[in-house]
């Protein structure tokens, strides 16, 4: 025979069957966990505080919006409303502080004081719905944080709690009145958004919020991100307990951003707009005065009519020169000012100077560019930061450059007027030929005429600035409001989903592992997986047997029986030669099942006519006679000392054809005695009475005794029990098998339970018949809380 190698049962193929033999056979395991995460599931859907998101969009215009018109050459030149948006900054200024905190301020209903309805579970926030709103006067500390209960008593009158030292304290007012405790002033009105007034179970509470905390705690609220890479278009988004308050929050958010870049606008017009009236106040004085010198002069030499167009004319065009040089130093003057003392370069109005320098117009460009990176940066970053230490070191040195053009466009300025001065005193020497009286009347004109070009001038660049505020818009399109918003938590249907999916996947968990974990016999196909000894049957699982061994002469149509009747038949085909056999049965521990296997083969043998003894061998520790009622005082230890015969210590039974010889007394040396020449003696006697012997014997794992009889038998059979017996029994039957000491050695699967996790059939065999009727098997209800206890108790 060849050597036999236990196969590695962790290295077999999956058994899909046996899978899903354990998956059905766990079926209320699974349909209860479930019930119980949709039961979970619910409860969370019913009792977490939802949160809710609403969301707008806007367009940031990226080109350029000039309110003036094509001809505003001197606004294009210093880029006074040009607005290249960077859209990563605009991001962070809708998110930064200034601009929540207006909007904050701007809420359509105040967010100072939050309002909640109590439940026995949780509370409802209820925004504008509360039905009542407080009014305070003066505010002490402690307030702000502390939760206030408001429960309505009738008669137009109200509770007001609060719990201190862990003592709850309460006070009694009426609505619309005023009271005052340690907390402040207050009176509770009637809120007209809100539902009625009205005794609700578990009352109302309050909490008054310190101000300087509503822009941060809004802050963590607001997303805004881009709709998509190729775009301008910005989602403005906020989550919130209250799918009101986050819809009214981001319109409310989009309005604020949106006055913010129109104010940032119209700011630089403002700040020119004002310098040109300073300059228009002090221009007004000298015209008034040079048309007082005019009316003077005409009334001191009489001359009511002089023509002076001549020199006008030839004046006219120096003249005006003269003037546009002399406003463009003014302005030069004033810009050095600024710059020199690190003011703001746009509070000036620099529109001559962009149109006559485009070298310092680009300068001032630039410097007006970082300034302005300069403040979005100061929004939401302090003075320290290193980005803002970076910009003011790029800021000097432009401030720098700029002082430097100044200096050059201003020597370029003061040769131009030269010149033009020289080419004056040349028409003056040609004027000394015009009349004394004419030739001054010439000169009060002149100087009267450029006050008045200089005054129209001013008034003309007033209107064109007046224009550009009154047609300054911001720069954002907004694209969707924010209507109604939507739940994200908790998600209803993912939750019951989520919930279903780890109780199916925790019970699925539960089966495997308990499975993996479990080390014994599982069902027929693993035991002739793990040994090529052959399995002589299998038994199921015996019912109501009411303490007793002997369940085929009480059952004889059971299923058990029939499967007694099976192994039956396959014995026959064992030691086919001998004309009467002995059966030797063991295991390996005690409690497997061998006894009952032997009082029932016995039984099962005898039925058909046969002629069987069942001995119990098992010495040590005896229990066939309580199965038989017969003495225990007699049995097989007299013999083997010599102090009885066969005849004098077997028991007839009241099964026909079946007697017993029970162990007897126990002796102190049970080993010696089935070794000895007695005991051979004794099974060649019994040969010659009976047709089948049936020896009990003590499990192998424990004592030898088992071993030493195997020598006497011509069949042996090894007990293992399901759920009982480990895989690591089998490597002693092994062990046994490919020592070819024992005959004819064969296994019994004791103990099957159809419809257990190891399924209701085994390696193809099945002796239940359950559903057909055709056993006489008890139909056993279970309790569904018996099946629920045995779900965890399968082993």
């Not at 938590?489 to 939750?495: G, T, V, Y």
Request: proline share 3%; aromatic share 10%.
């Amino acid at each position: 025979m060849m050597p036999h190698t236990s196969p590695n049962y962790e290295n077999q193929d999956i058994d899909f069957k046996r899978i899903l033999r354990l998956i059905i056979n766990n079926w209320l395991l699974i349909v209860i966990l479930s019930l119980l995460a949709i039961a979970c599931a619910y409860v969370y859907n019913r009792y977490t505080q939802p949160v809710y998101t609403a969301a707008g969009s806007i367009i940031v215009k990226d080109e350029s919006s000039n309110s003036l018109g094509p001809d505003a050459v001197q606004l294009q030149g210093l880029d006074l409303f040009k607005s290249q948006k960077n859209l990563s900054t605009e991001i962070e200024i809708i998110k930064s502080r200034l601009i929540v905190e207006r909007a904050v301020q701007k809420m359509p209903f105040p967010l100072e004081v939050s309002y909640y309805a109590k439940g026995r579970f949780k509370i409802t926030d209820l925004y504008k719905q509360t039905p009542f709103l407080i009014k305070y006067d003066t505010l002490y500390p402690g307030v702000y944080g502390r939760n206030f209960e408001i429960k309505f008593i009738g008669n137009n009158q109200f509770e007001f709690g609060f719990e201190e030292n862990k003592e709850n304290k309460t006070s009694v007012h009426k609505i619309n009145e005023k009271f005052k405790n340690k907390f402040g002033v207050f009176h509770l009105v009637a809120n007209p958004q809100g539902q009625m007034l009205a005794e609700h179970e578990n009352g109302y509470s309050f909490t008054i919020h310190y101000p300087t905390s509503l822009p941060g705690m809004y802050r963590g609220k607001v997303n805004v991100y881009r709709a998509s890479e190729s775009t301008s278009i910005l989602v403005i988004s906020v989550t919130d307990d209250v799918a009101d308050r986050a819809t009214d929050f981001v319109n409310t958010l989009i309005n604020v951003y949106a006055a913010w870049t129109k104010d940032e606008k119209t700011k630089i017009a403002n700040n020119t707009i004002d310098f040109i009236n300073e300059q228009l106040v002090l221009v007004k004085d000298s015209l008034n005065l040079s048309e007082q010198n005019i009316e003077s002069f005409k009334k001191k030499t009489g001359i009511t009519n002089l023509s002076a167009d001549f020199a006008l004319q030839r004046f006219s065009s120096f003249d005006n020169r003269r003037l546009e040089i002399e406003i463009t130093m003014k302005s030069l003057d004033s810009l050095e000012n600024h710059i020199t003392q690190g003011k703001d370069a746009s509070l000036i109005s620099t529109s001559n100077i962009g149109a006559q320098d485009p070298l310092l117009s680009s300068t001032l460009a630039e410097l007006n560019k970082l300034e302005l990176q300069k403040k979005n940066l100061l929004i939401n970053s302090r003075a320290a930061h290193i980005l803002v230490k970076q910009l003011d070191k790029k800021i000097e040195i432009t401030r720098q450059e700029v002082v430097k053009n100044i200096y050059s466009f201003r020597d370029a300025l003061i040769n131009n007027l030269q010149t033009i001065n020289s080419t004056l005193n040349k028409f003056e020497k040609k004027l000394a030929q015009i009349p004394s009286t004419e030739r001054q009347f010439l000169g009060i004109e002149r100087n009267r005429s450029l006050n008045e070009n200089i005054y129209l001038l001013l008034l003309q660049q007033k209107e064109r600035y007046g224009i550009a505020k009154a047609a300054a818009v911001a720069d954002i399109v907004v694209l969707d409001y924010a209507e109604g918003g939507w739940q994200i938590k908790p998600k209803k249907n993912m939750a019951y989903i989520i919930g279903i999916f780890l109780s199916i996947s925790a019970s699925l968990s539960f089966i495997f592992i308990k499975d993996f974990l479990n080390d014994t016999i599982a069902d027929r196909s693993q035991v002739e997986k793990l040994t090529q000894v052959p399995v002589l049957g299998t038994i199921n699982h015996a019912h109501q047997t009411n303490g007793s061994s002997l369940v085929v002469p009480l059952k004889p149509k059971s299923a058990v029986a029939e499967a007694f009747r099976s192994i039956r038949t396959n014995l026959q085909y064992l030691s086919s030669e001998s004309s009467s056999k002995v059966v030797v049965v063991t295991s390996t521990i005690s409690g497997e099942g061998k006894t009952f296997f032997s009082v029932n083969m016995a039984a099962i043998l005898a039925m058909s006519d046969k002629k069987v003894l069942l001995m119990g061998l098992d010495l040590r520790k005896p229990k066939i006679h309580e199965d038989f009622d017969v003495p225990s005082e007699a049995g097989i230890s007299k013999i083997l000392i010599g102090k009885a015969s066969a005849e004098e210590v077997t028991f007839k039974t009241k099964i026909a054809n079946l007697d017993v010889l029970p162990s007897g007394p126990v002796p102190p040396n049970p080993s010696e005695l089935i070794m000895s020449e007695r005991m051979k003696n004794l099974i060649n006697e019994l040969r010659t009475k009976y047709d089948y012997i049936i020896i009990d014997t003590p499990p192998v794992g424990l004592v030898t005794d088992a071993l030493l009889a195997m020598q006497y038998a011509d069949i042996n059979i090894f007990i293992l029990r399901q759920r009982k017996s480990k895989r690591e029994y089998i490597e002693t039957v092994n062990k046994l098998y490919t020592d070819n000491t024992i005959k004819n050695l064969a296994i019994v699967l004791n103990d099957l339970r159809i419809g257990s996790n190891y399924g209701g059939y085994y390696g193809g065999y099945h002796y239940g018949g359950y559903g057909y009727g055709y056993y006489d098997e008890e139909n056993k209800k279970t309790s569904l809380i018996s099946r629920v206890r045995n779900l965890f108790n399968r082993q």
